[in-house]
């Protein structure tokens, strides 16, 4: 037997046992789990011609960020058809960058961190994220090679993605959650749909659409209204100027803060500073 076909057997039965024992990715049917070397090749021939673009092109030696978040944004959309690109990119990237295999595990070992978040940002049970995330860290390690860990990697961002596009309104609904918990933590700054959207591997149009799905208003009324409910406690709490508190909610421009103030309170902030206290 070939060293390269003993590889992928022991990634694809790592994979396997890893399916069975988390109860994720468990409705990839045993048929097609009978693919999984001819699906192995054909990722690794998918990679060796990419490397061999990279090496046409000149691009070697750097981390593929832009591969990885393609990838993480597939796996959260539940984008099963683009996983092999994407994860195709991204290895031949990694491998054209380091050839040693330390160096590919410990990139591969960050890439799961970033994918166990990505999942749990979905909705899947958070102590079950832990523990299969523990799990692919004690496999990656015993992996023999390059293209062991391809094999087994594809089989892993391919189960986590059916599961993800197994419950999508649940997965929307943590994905707002998250977003609104990352509003109020942070609505002092210039935050923009683009930077949240990025947290969350969507592009800005679909996070834009599902926020305004999900809480009836878009992301930008729903920010200002934090904003503006914070800089109405202030007011009512603090002698600070209105200056000073149009910039701690937010607002960079005092007349801007006035006119989003007045839009959505009913008055200016100056008049809300000067109505008594059981009239507000």
């Known amino acids: 037997m070939k060293k390269e076909n003993f590889d992928y057997q022991v990634a694809n039965e790592c994979a396997r046992t890893f399916s069975v024992s988390t109860g994720l990715g468990c409705n990839v049917s045993a048929e097609n789990r009978l693919l999984e070397s001819e699906r192995s090749g054909l990722l690794q021939g998918q990679i060796n011609a990419y490397i061999s673009q990279l090496k046409r092109q000149g691009n070697l030696g750097y ?101 993800i ?32 959207a990025h947290l969350v591997y969507l592009s800005a149009g679909y996070l834009s659409r599902i926020f305004r799905h999900e809480t009836g208003i878009s992301f930008h009324q729903y920010l200002n209204n934090v904003r503006i409910t914070k800089a109405k406690e202030l007011i009512r709490t603090t002698n600070l100027r209105l200056t000073d508190i149009s910039q701690m909610v937010g607002y960079g421009d005092q007349s801007y803060f006035t006119k989003v103030f007045k839009r959505i309170v009913g008055i200016s902030p100056k008049e809300y500073a000067q109505k008594p206290t059981d009239l507000l």
């Open 63 to 163: 981390y593929p960020f832009k591969a990885e978040q393609a990838l993480l944004a597939a796996i959260s959309h539940g984008e099963k058809n683009k996983l092999m690109q994407y994860l195709s990119e991204f290895l031949a990237s990694l491998h054209a960058e380091c050839k040693e295999i330390g160096h590919i595990r410990s990139h591969i070992s960050e890439f799961l961190v970033l994918l166990s978040r990505t999942v749990a940002k979905s909705g899947i049970n958070e102590p079950q994220i832990i523990s299969l995330h523990n799990q692919w860290q004690k496999t990656l390690s015993s992996l023999p090679s390059f293209q062991a860990i391809s094999a087994w990697l594809f089989t892993i961002v391919e189960d986590m993605t059916e599961s």
């Open 165 to 196: 596009a197994g419950y999508p309104d649940v997965r929307h609904t943590n994905i707002i959650h998250y977003c609104i918990q990352h509003i109020g933590l942070h609505y002092q700054e210039q935050l923009t749909l683009e930077e949240t």
